[in-house]
């Protein structure tokens, strides 16, 4: 486990802190230089899907230097449409804030997909069917966590991952818990009397 989570100290609903501030600036610095080198000379587009990626997307951009010629960001919203079986997710509605045409946005370029935390696979997989779907040249994940022992996609492709997660309910640094948690500076562990009483 790393330290508590810098100045603000810790939330009375925290059990424990998984990833501390510097942990997290740190991490993040690296993956914001090899995003650089990667994409030197391919004009990246980089897509936040809200809102959970806000503060790892905000952070991530900021070190993704030197900034890739052409390089632009947009945000995008994500929402499942559930048939009629049990499955979730059978397919994802990709809606990108601006009123940007979707087939223009991204048709031919190499986009890189910012994620807050992967964790079945499911949404992710669907996510990416739709942008190589829109003419994507290619589409690659950084998500800030990655929840491998909840996958149940066995053949997704994460090209950057800031930390592997452990099966807990975790908040802060833009993840929620009834939209409450997601300013705290760190990633904590969610008491488990806070969302079983809920």
Not at 10 to 34: F, H, P, Q, T, W
Not at 94 to 118: K, Q
Not at 124 to 140: D, P, Y
Not at 157 to 180: Q, S, W
């Amino acid at each position: 486990m790393e330290g508590k989570g810098g100045g603000n100290g810790l939330n009375k609903d925290v059990a424990d802190v998984l990833y501390s501030r510097d942990a997290i600036s740190k991490r993040v610095s690296a993956l914001g230089k090899e995003i650089a080198e990667d994409f030197k000379g391919k004009r990246p587009l980089i897509v936040g899907i809200l809102k959970g990626c806000f503060m790892f997307f905000s952070d991530l951009c900021k070190e993704i230097d030197p900034v890739p010629d052409g390089c632009e960001v947009h945000f995008a919203k994500a929402r499942s449409y559930e048939g009629n079986t049990c499955e979730s997710n059978q397919s994802v509605k990709l809606t990108f804030l601006g009123g940007e045409d979707e087939g223009e946005l991204i048709r031919g370029r190499h986009v890189v997909l910012v994620e807050d935390i992967v964790d079945t696979g499911n949404t992710l997989k669907a996510m990416l069917g739709a942008l190589k779907g829109l003419g994507a040249k290619s589409v690659t994940v950084a998500t800030f966590l990655d929840k491998k022992c909840r996958r149940t996609v066995p053949d997704l492709e994460l090209g950057y991952v800031g930390f592997e997660c452990p099966d807990a309910f975790v908040i802060g640094y833009g993840m929620d818990y009834g939209e409450k948690y997601r300013t705290l500076p760190y990633v904590g562990v969610l008491k488990e009397d806070v969302y079983q009483t809920s």
